[in-house]
T-cell receptor, first 114, second 116 residues
Framework: DVKVTQSSRYLVKRTGEKVFLECVQD?????MFWYRQDPGLGLRLIYF???????EKGDIPEGYSVSREKKERFSLILESASTNQTSMYLC?????????????FGSGTRLTVV | KQEVTQIPAALSVPEGENLVLNCSFT??????LQWFRQDPGKGLTSLLL?????REQTSGRLNASLDKSSGRSTLYIAASQPGDSATYLC???????????????FGKGTLLTVNP
């Protein structure tokens, strides 16, 4: 089975800090995604990458950036953390863009910004 | 813009019951639809994927159907167990605005509680 690993389950950071959330997948998937999940708002797409060094904005990219230097790793960067970025962050990957490919999600990182 | 509605928002049933979770979506131009399960504080676990050319998929006690033209999908759970208690999310995949990828749109989920 594909495994998507998020480096931290829980993080507490201070306002203004630069925060890195790391995600690694082990099955040579082309596409990777970052979502955030908030009560009442559901899952929202922040950024995605369909290949190494490629990235596209999702629905809510403001305040975030991403990096994909290697195929297996996709990092989400909070340039200057703010309290409204307190959320559950979920990373996902997918083999490719065909209709037969589904998404595999990691176990999530619960980020609290104080 | 794709909108996904899941009904009911919450469901409580006694162990052993068969049940149906409903999902409707507004844009029928989808490539596939996935059903996920999420336990409290955890990530999403994929249950079933139905391609747009398919009508249903089965895995164990789970059966998912897709009626793309009417914008509906159902997840049927047979002989429910307390371990099935979780939030179930429906997510159709359609093309994003840039045309470069398949974008998942999630419903708000159905919170299922199966009582022993």
């Amino acid at each position: 089975d594909v495994k998507v690993t998020q480096s931290s389950r829980y993080l507490v950071k201070r306002t203004g800090e630069k925060v890195f959330l790391e995600c690694v997948q082990d099955m040579d998937h082309e596409n990777m995604f970052w979502y955030r999940q908030d009560p009442g708002l559901g899952l929202r797409l922040i950024y995605f990458s369909y290949d190494v060094k490629m990235k596209e904005k999702g629905d809510i990219p403001e305040g975030y950036s991403v990096s994909r230097e290697k195929k297996e790793r996709f990092s989400l960067i909070l340039e200057s953390a703010s309290t409204n970025q307190t959320s559950m962050y979920l990373c996902a990957s997918r083999m490719g863009q065909g209709a037969r490919y589904g998404y595999t999600f990691g176990s999530g990182t619960r980020l609290t910004v104080v | 813009k794709q909108e996904v509605t899941q009904i009911p928002a919450a469901l409580s049933v006694p162990e052993g019951e068969n049940l149906v979770l409903n999902c409707s979506f507004t844009d029928s131009a989808i490539y596939n639809l996935q059903w996920f399960r999420q336990d409290p504080g955890k990530g999403l676990t994929s249950l079933l994927l139905i391609q747009s050319s398919q009508r249903e998929q089965t895995s164990g006690r789970l059966n998912a159907s897709l009626d793309k033209s009417s914008g509906r999908s159902t997840l049927y759970i047979a002989a429910s167990q307390p371990g099935d208690s979780a939030t179930y999310l429906c997510a159709p995949a359609g093309q994003n605005s840039g045309g470069s990828n398949y974008k998942l749109t999630f419903g708000k989920g159905t919170l299922l509680t199966v009582n022993p």
